[in-house]
């Protein structure tokens, strides 16, 4: 009998072109030269890829940098949408500095009202997040699902941001490796967000870019490549095997996002 792979949560990058540049950002976008941004072709054969491995994900967030500056993103959802079954819902990460286009309003407005397996998350960064009002009105006329979360002032969200490394060693013996591993949120509050970029699924987008910035050897125990030679049988095996590992290469370079993690003021612009 075939092995099922069911996930909590995948996060999709379509971009990594943003409206901001924030110093700590999670997915390193100020920090690329150029910033790399998807074609719908290579990013619908992604999504393929990744549903025929994955047989059901609750949670599937496409993100960023900035999804809402990406020029196809009504087709992006529209393809993810073919997978409908083997998903419970679809997460839009965006941070409030952009109002939807025609287009994606009118995707928006058929498959999170009508379906409701659309929800839209928007981070609300203050001042630098001009259109947040704007979209809270349309989506509450419209009724689309969507969840405003504040990042600013002293409620801002989980105490603010993480600063994840300088990409120093900091760790020199796996015993220090498999403790930070055990108190970060990533892989226990988290469950894994797998990270998928550019065809290849990370447990943590911190591993990736350590990975792609060959501080560390790319170790494919440790992510996924969905244009590998694997069969899917044995990339299922692989997803399976991601979960019972006791730290990540990575972990010898990274602060961790952990409860005791200093915390920072949230989008600090460069």
Same mark, same amino acid.
Request: glycine share 6%; net charge neutral.
């Given at each position: 009998?075939?092995?099922?792979?069911?996930?909590? &949560? %995948?996060?999709?990058?379509?971009?990594?072109?943003?409206?901001?540049?924030?110093?700590?950002?999670?997915?390193? %976008?100020?920090?690329?030269?150029?910033?790399?941004?998807?074609?719908?072709?290579?990013?619908?054969?992604?999504? $393929?890829?990744?549903?025929?491995?994955?047989?059901? @994900? !609750?949670?599937?967030?496409?993100?960023? +940098?900035?999804?809402?500056?990406? !020029?196809?993103?009504?087709?992006?959802?529209?393809?993810?949408?073919?997978?409908?079954?083997?998903?419970?819902?679809?997460?839009?990460?965006?941070?409030?500095?952009?109002?939807?286009?025609?287009?994606?309003?009118?995707?928006?407005?058929?498959?999170?009202?009508?379906?409701?397996?659309?929800?839209?998350?928007?981070?609300?960064?203050?001042?630098?997040?001009? $259109?947040?009002? !704007?979209?809270?009105?349309?989506?509450?006329?419209?009724?689309?699902? &969507?969840?405003?979360?504040?990042?600013?002032?002293?409620?801002?969200?989980? +105490?603010?941001? @993480?600063?994840?490394?300088?990409? %120093?060693?900091?760790?020199? %013996?796996?015993?220090?490796?498999?403790?930070?591993?055990?108190?970060?949120?990533?892989?226990?509050?988290?469950?894994?967000?797998?990270?998928?970029?550019? +065809?290849?699924?990370?447990?943590?987008?911190?591993?990736?870019?350590?990975?792609?910035?060959?501080?560390?050897?790319?170790?494919?125990?440790?992510?996924?490549?969905?244009?590998?030679?694997?069969?899917?049988?044995?990339?299922?095996?692989?997803?399976?095997?991601?979960?019972?590992?006791?730290?990540?290469?990575?972990?010898?370079?990274?602060? +961790?996002?952990?409860?005791?993690? @200093?915390?920072? @003021?949230?989008?600090?612009?460069?």
């Amino acid at each position: 009998m075939n092995k099922r792979v069911e996930l909590y &949560h %995948s996060g999709l990058t379509i971009t990594q072109k943003c409206t901001l540049k924030c110093k700590l950002c999670a997915g390193y %976008s100020p920090y690329y030269n150029p910033q790399p941004h998807y074609s719908i072709n290579r990013l619908s054969e992604i999504i $393929k890829r990744y549903f025929s491995i994955v047989d059901h @994900v !609750e949670k599937f967030t496409i993100t960023g +940098g900035e999804p809402f500056l990406h !020029e196809d993103l009504d087709k992006i959802l529209i393809e993810t949408i073919k997978y409908r079954k083997q998903f419970g819902k679809i997460e839009i990460i965006t941070n409030g500095t952009l109002f939807p286009n025609e287009k994606l309003k009118a995707v928006l407005e058929k498959y999170a009202v009508e379906d409701g397996c659309i929800t839209l998350l928007v981070d609300h960064y203050g001042e630098l997040s001009k $259109k947040i009002h !704007e979209l809270g009105l349309y989506f509450i006329e419209k009724g689309i699902n &969507h969840k405003i979360r504040i990042y600013y002032g002293e409620n801002a969200h989980c +105490g603010g941001w @993480v600063d994840f490394s300088d990409f %120093s060693k900091k760790l020199f %013996s796996v015993s220090q490796m498999m403790e930070k591993f055990k108190k970060c949120a990533i892989p226990s509050k988290l469950n894994y967000c797998l990270a998928i970029k550019d +065809g290849e699924m990370h447990p943590c987008t911190f591993s990736h870019r350590i990975m792609e910035l060959n501080l560390i050897e790319r170790n494919k125990d440790e992510y996924i490549d969905l244009f590998d030679d694997n069969t899917i049988e044995q990339q299922k095996e692989k997803i399976m095997k991601l979960f019972d590992i006791k730290y990540l290469s990575a972990c010898a370079y990274c602060n +961790g996002m952990c409860d005791d993690s @200093v915390r920072f @003021v949230p989008a600090e612009q460069l």
